[in-house]
Antibody
Framework: QVQLVQSGGEMKRPGASVKVSCKAS????????ISWVRQAPGQGLEWVGW????????NYAREVQGRVTMTRDTSTNTAYMELGSLKSDDTAIYYC??????????????WGQGTLVTVFS | QSVLTQPPSASGTPGQRVTISCSGS????????VSWYQQFPGTTPRLLIY???QRPSGVPDRFSGSKSGTSASLAISGLQSEDEADYYC?????????FGGGTKLTVL
């Protein structure tokens, strides 16, 4: 069965960076894109970006463009999201989610358990 | 402020049919497929509808999606208490993924 297991919660100071991991299992990692979606406390879902594990191609939301880097390690079937120059507004649960279909960008069908990133001063 | 507009709240009584709207523009809903997600408090989102009106396996047929022009709708028939949750629409716009602001559904 498809599983996405994310790394544990993080507490960071403003200006710092955070790197969240998402380890995939139960399917061929390079066949399906991975999105990162965040949810601030009490707020809605916000798309952060998408990575194609096959070739590493990425798309990022304008709100985090220049601060975010999404990568993948095909040897360990793990996707990573690194967000720098953290601000208090970045405090949120960060989810990784796998595309429903292979061969292109499709809706998120399988979700990780979420990683709480707290930015505090 | 999302480019997709959803009502912040909706409500219905058990057995009723309710609809949740998602309004966009020609650059998103008008030209891309729409998906819908259900999220209970403290849990991860669940894909409910994709490609405007397709249900993943395991999603009851009480849930249906439709689209017309630059608006999409999620309909829930035979409303049940366990349907009380937050619902989000999503699509693509200019090569980026966008979510609606979400609708909190209350079952009275």
């Amino acid at each position: 069965q498809v599983q996405l297991v994310q790394s544990g919660g993080e507490m960071k100071r403003p200006g710092a960076s955070v790197k969240v991991s998402c380890k995939a299992s139960g399917y061929t990692f390079t066949n399906y894109g991975i999105s990162w979606v965040r949810q601030a406390p009490g707020q809605g879902l916000e798309w952060v970006g998408w990575v194609n594990p096959y070739n590493g191609h990425t798309n990022y939301a304008r709100e985090v463009q220049g601060r975010v880097t999404m990568t993948r390690d095909t040897s360990t079937n793990t996707a990573y999201m690194e967000l720098g120059s953290l601000k208090s507004d970045d405090t949120a649960i960060y989810y990784c989610a796998r595309d429903r279909d292979s061969g292109g960008w499709s809706p998120e069908a399988y979700w990780g358990q979420g990683t709480l990133v707290t930015v505090f001063s | 402020q999302s480019v997709l507009t959803q009502p912040p709240s909706a409500s219905g009584t058990p057995g009723q049919r309710v609809t949740i709207s998602c309004s966009g523009s020609t650059s998103n809903i008008g030209s891309k497929t729409v998906s819908w997600y259900q999220q209970f408090p403290g849990t991860t989102p669940r894909l409910l509808i994709y490609n405007d009106n397709q249900r993943p396996s395991g999603v009851p047929d009480r849930f249906s999606g439709s689209k017309s022009g630059t608006s999409a709708s999620l309909a829930i028939s035979g409303l049940q208490s366990e349907d009380e949750a937050d619902y989000y629409c999503a699509t693509w716009d200019g090569g980026l993924r966008v979510f609606g602001g979400g609708t909190k559904l209350t079952v009275l």
